[in-house]
C-alpha cells in the first residue's frame, strides 16, 4: 500500500489561489493514475480532477473546469492541485487517491486503491 501525505491546504479569501500536493511513499509513475477529491460534511466525496500516469491525460469536473489545473512530477512522486478563482463553494477537505497498474485515469471514488488523509481548504467569501 502507498502512503499519500497532501499539504497545501489553508484558508484563503474569495479569487484566491492555493497549490495542494499530494506526496507518495514510493514512485507512483509507471501506471499509476491519481486523483484529486473533495468533499463537505453530509455529501458524497466527489472528483475534482483525474490523471492518467504520464500526464498526458486529464479531467475536470465541470464546477472547476478553467480554474484549477492538476499536473504530476514522476520525479518527485507528486501530484499537484493548482486551484485560482477559488469560491466559497470550494470550502472541503480534499484527498488525493491513487490506482495503481492502470494506463487511464479514473472518476470515480471506488476504484482508487490508496487514499491520503485529506487537506482542509477554506474559501472565505
Known amino acids: 500500500q502507498v502512503q499519500l501525505v497532501e499539504s497545501g491546504g489553508g484558508v484563503v479569501q474569495a479569487g484566491g489561489s492555493l497549490r495542494l500536493s499530494c506526496t507518495a511513499s514510493?514512485?507512483?509513475?509507471?501506471?499509476?493514475?491519481m486523483g484529486w477529491f473533495r468533499q463537505i460534511p453530509g455529501k458524497e466525496r466527489e472528483v475534482v480532477a483525474a490523471?492518467?500516469?504520464?500526464?498526458?491525460?486529464?479531467y475536470y469536473a465541470d464546477s472547476v473546469k478553467g480554474r484549477f489545473t492538476i499536473s504530476r512530477d514522476n520525479n518527485k512522486n507528486t501530484l499537484y492541485l493548482q486551484m485560482n478563482s477559488l469560491k466559497p463553494e470550494d470550502t472541503a477537505v480534499y484527498y488525493c487517491?491513487?490506482?495503481?497498474?492502470?494506463?487511464?485515469?479514473?472518476?470515480?471514488?471506488?476504484?482508487?486503491?490508496?487514499w491520503g488523509q485529506g487537506t482542509q481548504v477554506t474559501v472565505s467569501s
Open positions: 514510493e514512485r507512483t509513475g509507471s501506471f499509476t493514475a
Open positions: 487517491a491513487a490506482k495503481h497498474y492502470t494506463s487511464s485515469l479514473y472518476r470515480t471514488v471506488h476504484d482508487y486503491d490508496d
Open positions: 490523471i492518467n500516469w504520464s500526464g498526458g491525460y486529464t
